[in-house]
């Protein structure tokens, strides 16, 4: 047994440096593809919204750790051998896109109507819409709910561990059973959270009482 100490505290430094990449590279991927879901909810081709609206309902009506078992264990049965990182990126990937899909729909479809008449009144095509008049304002409006889902991302990357990689949450897992002083590490492990999670939700709280106060009621 081990005891406790700067070494250890480092390790978990730098495990938490792996969680925020493995946050960022999910939450650029999944904003991707959540981008392009969100427009296809609101394509005016049926079979688009279909397909779109199904990929949403499937992945938010599953656990996340389920998507990772199938990325992970679940190719394997096709010959498919996703390292750790890898898989629990793309499974990752594949939950925010689901989520940030239905919020920044919300977010366009939240803008007035007005908008959409003063754009076709002016010859807009759908492409000029969507780029000048109505994403801009969705982009603001989406803001608060998409750093407040950040942080439920921060957060859910805890759940990789359990292919093999070596975040946070399970750093302090493989400190604590060679020290066996559970309260420093999950003491330390909880404020490095702290740390990155408190941020974002004050931001995200401020940008709603921003946004709101510069919305027409």
């Not at 990449?21 to 049926?46: D, E, H, P």
């Not at 996340?64 to 096709?78: E, I, P, T």
């Not at 603001?140 to 946070?168: A, Y």
Request: aromatic content about 12%; overall charge positive.
């Amino acid at each position: 047994m081990t005891t406790f100490g700067w070494p250890e505290a480092l390790f978990l430094f730098r495990a938490a440096g792996w969680t925020l990449l493995l946050t960022a590279i999910a939450f650029l991927i999944g904003s991707l593809l959540g981008g392009v879901f969100a427009i296809m909810r609101l394509s005016r081709i049926k079979l688009l919204r279909r397909i779109a609206a199904t990929y949403i309902i499937v992945i938010q009506s599953i656990p996340v750790l389920m998507v990772l078992f199938m990325s992970y264990y679940g190719l394997s049965l096709f010959g498919v051998e996703l390292p750790p990182f890898l898989a629990a990126s793309a499974s990752l990937a594949i939950y925010v896109s689901a989520y940030l899909a239905e919020i920044w729909r919300g977010s366009i479809e939240s803008v007035p109507f007005q908008q959409w008449e003063a754009s076709a009144s002016l010859a807009h095509s759908p492409a000029q819409t969507y780029r000048y008049v109505i994403l801009p304002q969705a982009i603001r409006i989406s803001l608060p709910p998409t750093v407040g889902f950040l942080v439920q991302l921060v957060k859910n990357t805890s759940i990789v561990s359990v292919v093999g990689f070596v975040e946070l949450a399970r750093a302090g897992q493989l400190v604590n059973n060679a020290t066996f002083d559970s309260f420093r590490v999950f003491g330390l492990v909880a404020l490095i959270y702290f740390a990155i999670c408190f941020p974002l939700s004050r931001l995200s709280r401020h940008l709603e009482k921003v946004m709101n106060a510069s919305r027409p009621h």
